[in-house]
């Protein structure tokens, strides 16, 4: 008698199991932005982080760099359809930044040098689960990647991942950024494909 794997359910499953639905593989890494690539000199670099009550946490470059940095390997999965699986990263995780801002938010708004915005839940960005990544592959992360820094929020569609990461500022209320402002799901959750509204 033969051996059958797979299709026993009837139901089509993805041929590789890092793989959420209506994803494919590719190994290059696109560039994907809404508007020219901002070009941040280092020297003038910073990331605040803004609590509901205004008051504000600053770190200039060096400042940043001082910090513990993690190595971190995860897959990148675009609405747009395209995954990455295995990236190679260095950055801060987000409970490092976080450690001293006392918030009672809910949500923050990531802004980005160059205007751009994008909503998330605070409990998505702690626990080992986000990162403000400053090196790529061994190397700094190139501009039209995000760098000097971007985030990191591996676990949800990519737009979630502000490149040229300027602030957070937390949010008792949820603002939809840019792209959730123009029909993308509040949350994206890959696995749930949560890509537009009403999904
Ligand atoms: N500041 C900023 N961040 C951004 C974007 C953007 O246009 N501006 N595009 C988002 C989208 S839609 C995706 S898929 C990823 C693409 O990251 P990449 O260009 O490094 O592949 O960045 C996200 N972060
Ligand atoms: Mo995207």
């Known amino acids: ?103 009672s938010a809910d949500f923050v708004l990531a802004h980005s040098y160059g205007g751009y915005t994008t909503n998330l839940p605070l409990a998505d960005l702690v626990d080992g689960q986000a990162w403000v990544a400053h090196r790529y592959d061994d190397d700094d992360l190139p501009a039209e990647h995000g760098g000097p820094a971007r985030l990191l929020v591996p676990h949800l569609y990519l737009w979630k991942s502000a490149k040229w990461l300027r602030g957070l500022t937390l949010t008792p209320v949820e603002e939809p950024g840019f792209w959730e402002t123009a029909g993308y799901h509040i949350y994206g959750d890959p696995w749930r494909e949560q890509r537009y509204w009403g999904d």
């Open 1 to 103: 008698m033969g051996v059958f794997t797979g299709g026993f359910s009837g139901r089509r499953r993805s041929a590789d199991p890092d793989l959420p639905p209506g994803q494919y593989l590719t190994a290059d890494f696109p560039v994907l932005s809404a508007g020219p690539t901002p070009r941040v000199d280092r020297s003038e670099w910073e990331l605040t982080i803004t609590s509901e009550d205004g008051q504000v946490h600053r770190w200039d470059w060096p400042a940043f760099l001082a910090l513990q940095v993690e190595d971190v390997t995860t897959d990148l999965h675009c609405v747009t359809r395209w995954s990455k699986l295995g990236t190679r990263w260095q950055g801060v995780s987000l409970d490092t930044l976080l450690a001293d801002v006392e918030t």
